[in-house]
């Protein structure tokens, strides 16, 4: 369960990054969280949450991790007393800035780096991709020079012609993972928010292993 702190620090850098504004202007202690009567976390966040980090608990404990398109580290609280390293990547600048605002508040061990997910090479213990699979036409090819035995993906069952069930495959049929997770995040206001992109069918967190041999579909 995402905890209350974990809640606050989401909600003031989304405050930070959508006022234009730096932990200058407003530091964290000095930010007083929205009226619950005005505003209230999401539930579909707190799902995700579960999804992402409660059932990926074990590919995350005591591992580095390589977020990859990891926007302005929305979760990197989530993973204070949890993941050994955290290495954020996303090739927006801004995002990036807001990112090491958010690593000031989080005692975690963070590197991030303004890059595309085209340059990104090295070797870690677990990759996540949230929320951007949809947005690399050649998935096949970013996640093919990693080295990695944990993934966590993000992924839409056809979403800008990327397909949940060939990413699945490529990465059994031709990397050697095992499927051990595929979760249905059902949310609420199923749109693109005006962002014109087209998409087909439901939304899934999946989990994948190259050690594990079963697999659970829920």
Request: charged share 25%; glycine share 6%.
């Amino acid at each position: 369960m995402i905890s209350d702190l974990n809640k606050h620090r989401f909600e003031y850098i989304w405050h930070l990054y959508n006022k234009n504004i730096t932990d200058k202007d407003m530091p964290f202690h000095s930010h007083v969280p929205c009226d619950p009567s005005v505003w209230q976390f999401p539930d579909h966040l707190i799902e995700y949450h579960r999804l992402v980090f409660d059932l990926g608990y074990t590919s995350l404990k005591n591992k580095e991790v390589l977020d990859i398109g990891c926007g302005i580290a929305w979760y990197l609280g989530s993973m204070e007393n949890l993941v050994k390293k955290y290495v954020g990547v996303d090739m927006n600048e801004k995002r990036i800035r807001y990112a090491k605002i958010m690593s000031k508040i989080v005692d975690v061990d963070t590197e991030l780096n303004v890059l595309p997910a085209e340059k990104v090479s090295c070797e870690t213990d677990t990759i996540m991709m949230l929320s951007v699979a949809h947005q690399i036409p050649q998935i096949k090819n970013i996640l093919n020079k990693f080295k990695c035995q944990n993934i966590i993906l993000d992924c839409w069952e056809e979403k800008n012609q990327v397909h949940m069930n060939d990413v699945i495959d490529f990465l059994e049929k031709h990397k050697g993972f095992v499927l051990t997770g595929k979760h249905l995040y059902d949310y609420a206001g199923k749109s693109d928010s005006g962002k014109g992109q087209t998409y087909e069918g439901d939304r899934y967190i999946l989990h994948f292993n190259r050690q594990a041999k079963e697999t659970s579909v829920i």
